[in-house]
């Protein structure tokens, strides 16, 4: 999981994984469908946040680590480079215009 480090940051280049979890059947948990559901989803999230997770990294090691330099942050894949699913509504669309 740690080689993932790198690919998990925010737009400011802070790395942000701090966890990670055994694999999750969520068409198991939630129905094939899970992935096109719109609206309420909270119960995704909160059974996401009852797996156990295992810690990635210590705070220590956090709060020594550098931001992604220039060329990191040019080569990270921008959420923006992907489609809009064809099921999302334009309310969606414009509330992650800026993402």
């Known amino acids: 999981m740690i080689t993932y ?11 942000t994984l701090r966890s990670y979890s ?4 969520l068409a ?3 129905g094939e469908g899970w992935a096109e559901v719109r609206g309420n989803v909270f119960r995704i999230a909160e059974h996401m946040d009852e797996v156990k ?3 990635l990294v210590e705070q220590a090691s956090i709060n020594v680590s550098r931001p992604a330099d220039v060329f990191m942050l040019k080569t990270t894949v921008s ?3 992907w489609p809009e699913p064809a099921n999302m509504g334009d309310d969606a669309v414009a509330r992650n215009a800026n993402k």
């Open 79 to 81: 959420q923006r480079e």
């Open 53 to 55: 997770h295992y810690r």
């Open 5 to 15: 480090w790198d690919d998990y940051m925010n737009g400011k280049g802070v790395r």
């Open 22 to 25: 055994d694999p999750v059947n």
């Open 28 to 30: 198991q948990e939630f």
